[in-house]
Antibody
């Protein structure tokens, strides 16, 4: 069974940093693109970033480019999202998902990030 | 960015009745490989999204056959042939053809 478990969310001040992690299991992690998608409270879905199987290709939505960094550790079945220079508008539930934009399939339960003073 | 427009934004349906959700894109979603990367997700209250349909009309494993997807180019539809209580939630279309991937606003389905 595919499982994606996010962690690392919490309350952070504007301008601060946070690192999200996603522990994957139930599939061969190194065979799949992985992505982060977020959902502001009571709002719709927004794609954040995507990383290729070997980590050599990374794509970001413009609103986070230069502030967020997606990475992965295939040996540890782990996906990460380093978030710097956080803004109030980054407040959202962040979902780890298996797949690229073409084939996004499984989603984790999400971790809440709140950016507020 | 490609704009995805869903309608209606809210739908109240009697149990056992059909429901239909439209999704229109601001550009063609046909990719250079010939595929159309249009996905439908269901998000039940308090849950994460679940993929129902991919590449316009391919149903995911475990998804009841009362769900079907259709369409082409810029115009797509999700149909529920007979709504059941467990279908309550918000439905999103998403395009994965163009970067960045973008979602529709969501359609809230409730039971009348």
């Amino acid at each position: 069974e595919v499982q994606l478990v996010e962690s690392g969310g919490g309350l952070v001040q504007p301008g601060g940093s946070l690192r999200l992690s996603c522990a994957a299991s139930g599939f061969t992690f190194s065979s799949y693109w992985m992505s982060w998608v977020r959902q502001a409270p009571g709002k719709g879905l927004e794609w954040v970033a995507t990383i290729k199987q070997d980590g050599n290709e990374k794509y970001y939505v413009d609103s986070v480019k230069g502030r967020f960094t997606i990475s992965r550790d295939n040996a540890k079945y782990s996906l990460s999202l380093q978030m710097d220079s956080l803004r109030a508008e980054d407040t959202a539930v962040y979902y780890c998902s298996r797949g690229s934009s073409w084939h996004v399939e499984y989603w984790g339960q999400g971790t809440l990030v709140t950016v507020s003073s | 960015d490609v704009v995805m427009t869903q309608s209606p934004l809210s739908l109240s349906v009697s149990l056992g009745q059909p429901a239909s959700i439209s999704c229109r894109s601001s550009q063609s979603l046909v990719y250079s490989d010939g595929n159309t990367y249009l996905i439908w997700f269901q998000q039940r209250p308090g849950q994460s999204p679940r993929r129902l349909i991919y590449k316009v009309s391919d149903r995911d494993s475990g998804v009841p056959d009362r769900f079907s997807g259709s369409g082409s180019g810029t115009d797509f539809t999700l149909k529920i042939s007979r709504v059941e209580a467990e279908d309550v939630g918000i439905y999103y279309c998403m395009q994965g053809t163009h970067w960045p991937p973008t979602f529709g606003q969501g359609t809230k389905v409730e039971i009348k």
